[in-house]
């Protein structure tokens, strides 16, 4: 098993470009979950999908949406990026519910200029 | 006030120490507790879960006071490997993340 894959590892973009970036995970969970990660703050939940064919925005959604195409797959889109969402990004999936163990992706490096 | 809060650190101790460091939250209808180790540039993976009763783990032990509304994290032993920012995971409907209190052990 993979677990969690997140495509691209790395990113740059100039203001105003778009971008998809995509999460797959082979668990076979119900839910699943994007964050953004900045020096000296926790990660932030921008939007959380908790059943295939549904989404919701978490604490930090504008600038962003989300598509959660099938079980598996759960992709984030920046449709045109500021510098501010220079970041590191997050997926992570969890089998059932908030109380089991989140799985997360390796991360997306993305800078924005 | 943040939700979850941290010493960011960092907490430099020599190989065999103990290091111990605590997590606030701020909404007392929390309903469970995690401790993540995340590495250098590395996705955050779970270290454990944090019980009312507290709880060990090897070298870890998780504590939760809730009357005070934190939870700790002690290490005993510390070796080499240790060395991580280590992030306070509060479930409250959603997840929380502190920003994490970073642990390096030197030789």
């Known amino acids: 098993n993979a677990g969690v894959t997140q495509t691209p590892k790395f990113q740059v973009l100039k203001t105003g470009q778009s971008m998809t970036l995509q999460c797959a995970q082979d668990m076979n969970h119900n839910s699943m979950y994007w964050y953004r990660q900045d020096p000296g703050m926790g990660l932030r939940l921008i939007y959380y999908s908790a059943s295939e064919g549904t989404t919701d925005k978490g604490e930090v959604p504008n600038g962003y949406n989300v598509s959660r195409l099938n079980k598996r797959e759960f992709s984030l889109r920046l449709e045109s990026a500021a510098p501010s969402q220079t970041s590191v990004y997050f997926c992570?999936?969890?089998?059932?519910?908030?109380?089991?163990?989140?799985?997360f992706g390796p991360g997306t490096r993305l800078t924005v200029l | 006030r943040k939700e979850v809060e941290q010493d960011p650190g960092p907490f430099n101790v020599p190989e065999g120490a103990t290091v111990a460091f605590n997590c606030t939250y701020s909404n007392s209808a929390s309903q469970s507790f995690f401790w993540y180790r995340q590495d250098c540039r590395k996705e955050p993976k779970l270290l454990m879960s944090v019980y009312s009763s507290g709880n060990e783990d090897g070298r870890f032990t998780a504590q939760l006071n809730r009357a005070s509304q934190y939870i700790s994290l002690l290490i005993r032993d510390s070796k080499l490997s240790d060395s991580a920012t280590y992030l306070c995971v509060v479930n409250d409907y959603k997840l929380s993340f502190g920003a994490g209190t970073t642990v390096t052990v030197r030789a």
């Open positions: 992570a999936s969890v089998s059932r519910q908030i109380s089991d163990t989140q799985y």
